[in-house]
């Protein structure tokens, strides 16, 4: 009976020099140019959540968004937006709606009543916003109206709700880790969509 070869010791055919050449010189050299344009694409990504006053929650908002601007996204919350905007005659329902339809994607850790309010104003444009959306919440309220109403709708149109166990997910960095992995993808997707 013959026995079968591992294919891993069977002799590898090699380019010739011509083809070595071009592979590296060429190919090589552009795959790795388009590496670099799709890592470099940016992205606006709004972080909504507790205010100063927030505590640890409030410090994981600011890491989220300190950790997205050292890898080259715009990383905003709307206070600040509102600062450097100037004095706009409307609400703030009326300007975060703005925001977050200028926005390619938003950050929710629903935590405090402004970012639970935000929720639940706009995963009611579900179409239109609820794709931009990544929600964290609390898993000691998924029995909650939240977690069983609007976001009930968001997890089944998008799976964009995230539960996470308190204090362990906020300490171990496992939402940034989430938000990355979102907008990893996400970079992707608006590369693809800008070639011609």
Known sequence: ?????????????????????????????????????????????????????????????????????????????SEDIDTQCGDLNMSSKARELLQAYAADFIVIIHSSPGAIAETHDFAGFLQDLGRKLLVFIDSRHVDGYSYTGALFELRAAYNNVRTYVYPEDISQCHLLSSVESRLHVLRWAKWRGTLS
């Open 1 to 77: 009976m013959a026995s079968i070869a591992d294919p891993g010791s069977e002799p590898k055919l090699e380019m010739s020099a011509r083809a070595r050449e071009y592979f590296e010189k060429s190919f090589l050299v552009r795959y790795r140019e388009l590496q670099r344009e799709v890592e470099s694409t940016p992205l606006v990504v709004l972080i909504w959540g507790p205010g100063a006053g927030g505590g640890d929650l409030y410090q994981k908002r600011m890491q989220i968004r300190d950790e997205l601007l050292t890898q080259g996204y715009a990383a905003v919350f």
